[in-house]
């Protein structure tokens, strides 16, 4: 997938070195996206590639499948007749499957370094800034075109203004003071990656002012998640132990 959710992507993979290769360098995945206004007006012809449905379980050989304006407009087992002008691809020995999608994973993280912004990840910038180029890129190429964030820290916004990157759903996440997970962090480090704090009205927030207490409503709350492009969120509070 792309910065826009209305484009088209799809997943060729062509496992031509299974034997010579471990699983991961054998399966070749090429990444074909029609990108913004311009582009998604383009036509493209693919010829003589076998459909694997996730509907059925089957497979389709020998198909060949039409896009127009960022859409499959024609499947057929029959030659497709196109314009001189539309781009042809040849898919003989490969296979077209949709795009994955994984409903859990944090772009922020980076792995043995814990979020950005927390004090691993900030000493050593360069890794950090290696890992977030290259983490778009390693998703699509094992073909994952759609992801779910439920925990997107402060890095999603370099995530999806990457040229190349699956969809990215965000799930922000709203916790309280002293709950998790927020309470795993420094608090200077917290009120960055956990900025949807719920604050209820409570002998121990009598000293708060009125307005703050708006602020943190959780009504307040989910409406600057919804301002700030959040699709979900998520309530995460400690249990109270009396």
Request: charged letters at 20%.
């Amino acid at each position: 997938m792309t910065q826009s959710r209305q484009s088209l992507s799809y997943v060729i993979n062509c496992p031509t070195a299974w034997s010579v290769c471990s699983m991961c360098q054998s399966l070749c995945i090429l990444i074909i996206l029609v990108v913004g206004s311009a582009t998604a007006e383009e036509s493209l012809l693919v010829e003589n590639i076998t459909i694997l449905s996730s509907n059925n379980g089957a497979f389709h050989p020998i198909r060949n499948i039409l896009v127009r304006n960022g859409r499959i407009e024609k499947i057929s087992a029959e030659r497709i007749i196109v314009e001189n002008n539309v781009q042809t691809i040849s898919g003989q020995g490969k296979f077209m499957t949709p795009g994955i999608m994984d409903s859990h994973i944090h772009v922020s993280i980076i792995p043995g370094l814990g979020f950005a912004g927390d004090v691993k990840a900030a000493t050593y910038p360069e890794i950090a800034d290696a890992y977030f180029a290259q983490q778009p890129r390693s998703l699509l190429y094992y073909g994952v075109t759609q992801i779910l964030d439920p925990n997107p820290g402060t890095a999603w916004g370099e995530f999806e203004s990457t040229p190349r990157h699956p969809d990215y759903f965000r799930c922000e996440v709203i916790t309280a003071p002293g709950s998790f997970p927020a309470v795993e962090l420094a608090p200077n480090v917290a009120e960055k990656i956990y900025p949807y704090v719920v604050i209820e009205p409570s002998p121990e927030t009598e000293s708060s002012s009125e307005i703050a207490l708006l602020k943190h409503s959780p009504e307040a709350v989910v409406e600057r998640i919804a301002e700030r492009g959040g699709q979900v969120h998520q309530t995460l509070f400690r249990k109270r132990l009396r």
